[in-house]
Nanobody, 124 residues
Framework: QVQLVESGGGLVQAGDSLRLSCTASGDPITVYTMAWFRQAPGKEREFVAGDAWAIDSTDYADSVRGRFTMSRDNGENIVYLQMDSLKPEDTGVYYC?????????????????WGQGTQVSVSS
């Protein structure tokens, strides 16, 4: 089974950019649907972006579409989340997740492997 480790979080100002990385080990990421979720204090975990490699489908939450870009480096077994034009409401713990299903599901319960999370804080 794949193991996931996120990195790249930090404290930035509104309008800045960050790139998160999710380094996978144990299995190639090409066999998984990969996704990024985030969780703000007191709120439920929410879908941010996902990439279903098997069906060539990528999707984003409406709140980040046009500002965030998800990509993969299959050779290095890494998934990225490029976050531009960050806003204070983007603050939260960002998690990388993997699912063995082929479809691109927005629900956290569809993903059975999770990283430990990386904190992103955006000041106004």
């Amino acid at each position: 089974q794949v193991q996931l480790v996120e990195s790249g979080g930090g404290l930035v100002q509104a309008g800045d950019s960050l790139r998160l990385s999710c380094t996978a080990s144990g299995d190639p990421i090409t066999v998984y649907t990969m996704a990024w979720f985030r969780q703000a204090p007191g709120k439920e975990r929410e879908f941010v972006a996902g990439d279903a490699w098997a069906i060539d489908s990528t999707d984003y939450a409406d709140s980040v579409r046009g500002r965030f870009t998800m990509s993969r480096d299959n050779g290095e077994n890494i998934v990225y989340l490029q976050m531009d034009s960050l806003k204070p409401e983007d603050t939260g713990v960002y998690y990388c997740a993997a699912s063995g299903n082929y479809d691109l599901d927005h629900r956290p319960r569809a993903y059975n492997v999770w990283g430990q999370g990386t904190q992103v804080s955006v000041s106004s």
